[in-house]
C-alpha cells in the first residue's frame, strides 16, 4: 500500500496563497488518483479536489473552483495543492488521499494531514 505524507501547511493571511504537497512512497505512484480533503474543527471532512492517475482528469469542490489548483508530478511521486485568494474559512486540517487506478475513487490511504490557519 502507498504511503502519503503532507507538507506546506501553516499559517497566511486572507487573501494569500499555500502550496501544499503530498509525498508518496511504496508502490507506483502513477497507479493512484490523488485527491485532497480538509476538515475543520466540528465540521465533516470535505473534498476539495482530485486528479487522475495520468493528471488529465480534475475535480475540484465548489468551495475552492477558481482558488485552488491540483496537480501531479508522477516522477516525483508527488500531488499538489496550489491554494490562492485564501479565505478564513479554508482553515482546517487537509490531508491527501490516494485511489488505486481501478477503484472509481474508493480511497484506500490517507496522509496524516496537514494544518493550514488563514487569518482574517
Known amino acids: 500500500q502507498v504511503q502519503l505524507v503532507e507538507s506546506g501547511g501553516g499559517l497566511v493571511q486572507a487573501g494569500g496563497s499555500l502550496r501544499l504537497a503530498c509525498a508518496a512512497s511504496?508502490?507506483?505512484?502513477?497507479?493512484?488518483?490523488m485527491g485532497w480533503f480538509r476538515q475543520a474543527p466540528g465540521k465533516e471532512r470535505e473534498f476539495v479536489a482530485r486528479?487522475?492517475?495520468?493528471?488529465?482528469?480534475?475535480t475540484y469542490g465548489d468551495s475552492v473552483k477558481g482558488r485552488f489548483t491540483i496537480s501531479r508530478d508522477n516522477a516525483k511521486s508527488t500531488v499538489y495543492l496550489q491554494m490562492t485568494r485564501l479565505k478564513p474559512e479554508d482553515t482546517a486540517v487537509y490531508y491527501c488521499?490516494?485511489?488505486?487506478?481501478?477503484?472509481?475513487?474508493?480511497?484506500?490511504?490517507w496522509g496524516q494531514g496537514t494544518q493550514v490557519t488563514v487569518s482574517s
Open positions: 488521499a490516494a485511489a488505486p487506478r481501478a477503484s472509481g475513487y474508493g480511497w484506500t490511504t
Open positions: 511504496g508502490r507506483t505512484f502513477s497507479n493512484y488518483g
Open positions: 486528479i487522475n492517475f495520468m493528471g488529465t482528469g480534475i
